[in-house]
């Protein structure tokens, strides 16, 4: 893997097998479509990159602040130390095998989106949006702040929640049959669908 530092580019000159290092990328004039690619501490001067195509690229410590992936697809991708804050990856994107990491997506959106083998490790997801999310494999939220996230219509079967943090949820109470939590998590969640419990 040939190592680029410190350059000004066009999203459209990205070749694959290289790693980028704390360079900045233009706004791109077509569609975008980047595969086996590391990103480290680089800047986009772009914030939409709605339908575009992401596959075994990783990010590290990049800045997504409020950006607009709608409709795009990331496979075998990683975000590692990234600031998605705001981020909305919502209508119609598909993550497939792939991983935030020590990330904040705190009021990230992936309302109706779909997702397989997706984890979130340590990151920040309070207030995030999930609604109509479409979940296959494995769901994990290891580490995470998930407080108050909003799982609304969303199936929850087989998500794990076991390892997250989270003093409220949002969520149908009709669709979180199957959803992994720990017993410290089942008090919280028997408060949260109006059972009262008496000693």
């Not at 020590?102 to 779909?114: G, Q």
């Not at 494995?138 to 390892?163: A, E, H």
Request: net charge negative; proline share 2%.
């Amino acid at each position: 893997m040939a190592t680029i530092q410190k350059q000004t580019l066009g999203l459209d000159d990205i070749e694959p097998d290289n790693e980028y290092i704390d360079c900045t990328f233009s706004v791109s004039n077509q569609s975008i479509q980047i595969s086996d690619v590391v990103f480290d501490h680089c800047n986009f001067e772009q914030s939409n990159f709605d339908q575009s195509d992401w596959n075994d690229v990783v990010f590290k410590g990049c800045n997504f602040l409020n950006a607009s992936f709608h409709q795009s697809y990331l496979s075998n991708s990683q975000f590692i130390g990234g600031q998605l804050m705001g981020a909305d990856f919502s209508l119609g994107t598909r993550l497939i095998n792939s991983r935030f990491t020590d990330s904040n997506l705190r009021y990230a959106n992936f309302s109706e989106t779909k997702m397989e083998n997706v984890q979130f490790n340590s990151s920040n997801l309070v207030e995030t949006s999930f609604q109509a999310v479409t979940f296959k494999k494995k769901m994990i939220f290891d580490q995470s702040d998930i407080d108050q996230i909003d799982f609304l219509d969303t199936k929850l079967k087989g998500v794990d929640l076991s390892q997250a943090k989270f003093e409220t949820l949002v969520v149908n109470p009709e669709l979180i049959k199957g959803m992994i939590i720990n017993p410290w998590q089942a008090s919280l969640l028997i408060g949260l669908l109006g059972v009262v419990i008496k000693d």
